[in-house]
């Protein structure tokens, strides 16, 4: 069964530092759009960062200049790390890794990791 597993996260005070990491087995995630989601309470989930197979990246506005999203593709595991610095209390949520299929592959699903709470508080 395919799982992204997902480490890292807690909580650290403001100006803070995390490091967050997802790993995803299997060669044909090397095809796959992946990336970092977080939904704060009562609010809808929304797009933090992604990499695209060929290592485009897009980050929210909100983190730019303080988040870095990397990638690397082993033989048979795709990993992404996003470091997280400056943390500010507003970052405060859970975050969810996601690796998504090429759309013109309709044979293939998306993903999601179970999700991982970050905490900025003093």
């Known amino acids: 069964q395919v799982q992204l597993v997902e480490s890292g996260g807690g909580l650290v005070q403001p100006g803070g530092s995390l490091r967050l990491s997802c790993a995803a087995s299997?060669?044909?995630?090397?095809?796959?759009?992946m990336g970092w989601s977080r939904q704060a309470p009562g609010k809808e989930r929304e797009l933090v960062a992604r990499i695209t197979p060929d290592g485009s990246i897009i980050y929210a506005d909100s983190v730019k200049g303080r988040f870095l999203l990397a990638r690397d593709n082993a033989k048979s595991k795709s990993t992404v790390s996003l470091q997280m610095n400056s943390l500010k209390p507003e970052d405060t949520a859970v975050y969810y890794c996601?690796?998504?299929?090429?759309?013109?592959?309709?044979?293939?699903?998306?993903?999601w990791g179970q999700g991982t709470q970050v905490t900025v508080s003093s």
């Open positions: 996601n690796a998504a299929a090429p759309s013109n592959l309709l044979d293939l699903r998306d993903y």
């Open positions: 299997g060669s044909i995630f090397r095809i796959y759009t």
